[in-house]
C-alpha cells in the first residue's frame, strides 16, 4: 500500500519522485572521485542499481583523471578532501561530465565553482549530507526556527557527534543547520565552535567518538523548558544511496541543483 512505503511520512509528490528514481533509471556509468569509506559505499549502492563503475580515483592514482577516462562515464561523483575538490570539479565540468558532490571545506569557493559549471554548461549537484532523513530535518529544522523567532527567550545550540576519523569541525552538515536556522530566526547572527551563553551566538559543539556515523541535536532553551529535535544515523548506506539517486537525477541535465530539487522540498 502507499502509505506502507518505506518513505510512507514524505509528502505525496517527493514520494512519487523518488519512487521514480527507486525504480525508473537507465545503467550509468559512474566516476568515483575519492575511493574512502563513502566511495566504497557508493560503488556497493551503485552497482546494486545496476550502474556501472567506469573509473576509480584515489591518492595512488591521481594520474588516470584524465579528460580521456572521463570520457568514458557519465556522472562524477566527488567525496574528496577539500583542498582537491574545486581542481577535481573542474577537471570534470572541461570533460563535459556532470558532478555530483558532498565534500564539505570548500564552500568559500562556491561562487567560483557556480562560474566554471555555468561556463562549460554542465552541472554541479551539491549537498553537505545525501540522507534523504537528513534533508527532512533540515526542513524541520528551518521551520521551527522560523517559529522561534518570535520568542526570544528561547536560546538554540547544537551538538553534533561523528567517528574519530573525521578531521572537520563542525561537520559541513552542522554548517548547513546552523545557517538555515540563522536565516530563518533572525536573532541569532553567528555561530562559534563551542558552548557559548552570548546572546545572538549559536554554540555548537564537536564531539568525535568511536565509530558515530553522524548525530545532529539542536535544542531551544528558555528557562522553564526545552525543546530538542536530533537526527541520528545508523549508517552510511543512506547517504551513499541519496548520492546514487543524486547522480541518476543530474545526468543529463545542465544547472545548480541541491537535494531540495530531487525530493520536491522547495
Not at 577516462?69 to 556522472?75: A, E, G, I, R, S
Not at 522553564?224 to 541535465?253: Q, W
Request: glycine share 8%; aromatic share 10%; with cysteine.
Amino acid at each position: 500500500m502507499f502509505w506502507q512505503s518505506k518513505w510512507a511520512m514524505l509528502p505525496r509528490a517527493t514520494f512519487i519522485k523518488l519512487m521514480f528514481y527507486e525504480y525508473n533509471f537507465s545503467f550509468m556509468r559512474i566516476a568515483l572521485i575519492g575511493y574512502g569509506r563513502m566511495g566504497k559505499e557508493i560503488e556497493k549502492i551503485a552497482i546494486g542499481r545496476k550502474h556501472g563503475i567506469s573509473l576509480v580515483i584515489d591518492v595512488d592514482n591521481l594520474h588516470e583523471f584524465t579528460s580521456g577516462n572521463l570520457q568514458q562515464t557519465d556522472v562524477a561523483v566527488v567525496f574528496t578532501d577539500p583542498e582537491s575538490a574545486v581542481e577535481s570539479y573542474r577537471k570534470c565540468f572541461a570533460s563535459g561530465i556532470p558532478v555530483v558532490s558532498g565534500t564539505t571545506g570548500w564552500l568559500d569557493r562556491w561562487d567560483e565553482v557556480v562560474s566554471l559549471c555555468t561556463a562549460h554548461k554542465s552541472a554541479f549537484f551539491y549537498a553537505s549530507n545525501f540522507s534523504l532523513g537528513m534533508n527532512i530535518f533540515f526542513e524541520m529544522n528551518r521551520r521551527l526556527s522560523s517559529l522561534m523567532a518570535p520568542f526570544e527567550q528561547y536560546k538554540p545550540e547544537m551538538t553534533e557527534v561523528h567517528h574519530i576519523h573525521k578531521v572537520d569541525a563542525p561537520s559541513g552538515t552542522a554548517i548547513t543547520l546552523a545557517e538555515d536556522l540563522m536565516r530563518a530566526h533572525g536573532h541569532t547572527g553567528q555561530w562559534v565552535n563551542h558552548k557559548t551563553d552570548e546572546p545572538g551566538q549559536l554554540g555548537i559543539v564537536s564531539i568525535r567518538e568511536g565509530e558515530v556515523p553522524g548525530i545532529h541535536t539542536i535544542r531551544w532553551s528558555s528557562d522553564v523548558d526545552f525543546i530538542e529535535m536530533t537526527h541520528s544515523a545508523n549508517n552510511r548506506k543512506g547517504l551513499a544511496l541519496g548520492a546514487v539517486l543524486a547522480a541518476e537525477y543530474v545526468a543529463g541535465k545542465n544547472g545548480i541543483f541541491s537535494m531540495r530539487d530531487l525530493m520536491n522540498l522547495k
